[in-house]
């Protein structure tokens, strides 16, 4: 392994609404890396919105974008990654940055992610068009909570910490887990 082998790709994982694109971007400019949005990605290749995708095209076609788009990220130079809430579920697009990436979860509270979604909902149909999107949002987690726990190598708890100090900790785990790295502890 080279001596750059240390430094990963983030990958940033948890209930949407949790602020893995808000936190990401910081974590990027602090570590002085690119940030991608694979949701973005997919949604300029496509030329609509997640939502549009599904709606038109399909979940499964979907999920084949995401891995595709997985695999070439993992291929890019180590960056900060916010893949949408779902990704955990797509073993194929996850497979590719398992290895590449430090998996971190972005934990917070059903509840909390609803909340601070505010309007924002309106562009997230599973939770908008739901009736109660709590109880949307409570199924996803019960769902999604085993994969986000079993793929990441550590947790952060964003529920009532400022974005700031989640973005510090985020930095943190990351700058420790490549001096351990260096260290032969990795």
């Known amino acids: 392994m080279t001596a750059d082998a240390k430094v990963k790709h983030v990958v940033l994982v948890g209930l949407p609404g949790v602020g893995k694109s808000t936190v990401g971007r910081g974590v990027a400019a602090r570590l002085k890396r690119g940030f991608i949005d694979l949701d973005t990605h997919i949604e300029r290749s496509f030329g609509k919105t997640v939502s549009k995708i ?14 595709e788009t997985s695999a070439a990220v993992a291929r890019m130079a180590p960056s900060v990654i916010a893949p949408g809430g779902g ?54 987690y019960d769902a999604r909570k085993a994969a986000y726990e079993g793929c990441s ?11 700031s100090n989640v973005i510090a900790t985020v930095v943190e785990l990351v700058l420790s887990a490549e001096r351990d790295f260096e260290n032969g502890n990795d």
């Open 54 to 67: 599904f709606e038109e095209d399909g979940e499964a076609v979907f999920r084949k974008a995401e891995a």
């Open 87 to 140: 990704w955990v579920l797509n073993s194929e697009a996850t497979a590719h940055l398992l290895g590449a990436g430090r998996i971190i979860y972005l934990r917070v509270a059903p509840e909390t992610a609803v909340r601070r979604m505010g309007r924002g909902i309106r562009r997230r149909p599973l939770l908008f068009k739901s009736g109660d999107p709590y109880e949307a949002m409570r199924t996803i």
């Open 153 to 163: 190598e550590m947790t952060v708890e964003t529920g009532n910490t400022a974005r």
